[in-house]
């Protein structure tokens, strides 16, 4: 039986006959024991395991599969990257509902940073220009005054929650790449509090 093997010495697939090979494939010729069915080679002999491997970086070793400590360390690498791609989702999440902005076309969110620098003038300055605020306030029928007054509380509200969160994040992103193993990465729970409660 002819047995493919990929680039970390795990059995693909076997054919009756030679098959041919993709990048980073090889092929030996073993009797396939069907009650046994995972492979992993060293590239010069084939063992079995009845029991698949826990993932591509594990090696068949006396029977029981194992992790190589160089192995250890690229699974390391690559648990941190999906921490931190969840820890910045849901950073981000928390943000887009705390904020609402889940709720809002991706347009008027972008507008909130033009909103946000005329409220903070009008409170430096009152008679500063507000030219967004304004248009807002027309188009809805409310006193101009009555929506600077609000864009400046949300504008203090957002600053406040974002740097907040994005504190929070960061000191998550700390511990997660300081980990020195899975078990202390699993450790590390990804939750986000409001300001309020801090």
Known sequence: MYMIFNTYGHCEMAAHEAPALSDGQYCLE????????????????????????????????NGKWVLPDSAAAQQLE????????????AAQAYIDAAAETDKLPAFEVQTWALQAAEAKAWAA??????????GIAAARGVPVEQLRAAALRKTLAYEALTASIAGQ???????????KTTAALDKIVIAFTAPEAI
């Open 30 to 61: 073993a009797e396939w024991d069907d009650a046994r069915p995972f492979a992993w080679s060293d590239g010069t002999s084939v063992w079995f395991s009845d029991t698949p491997p826990p993932d591509h970086l594990h090696q068949l070793h």
């Open 169 to 179: 994040r960061q000191a998550l992103q700390a511990k997660i790449e300081a980990a």
């Open 78 to 89: 690559a648990a941190k990257a999906a921490k931190l791609h969840q820890l910045n989702a």
């Open 125 to 134: 300055d009152h008679a500063a220009p507000t030219p967004v605020l304004n």
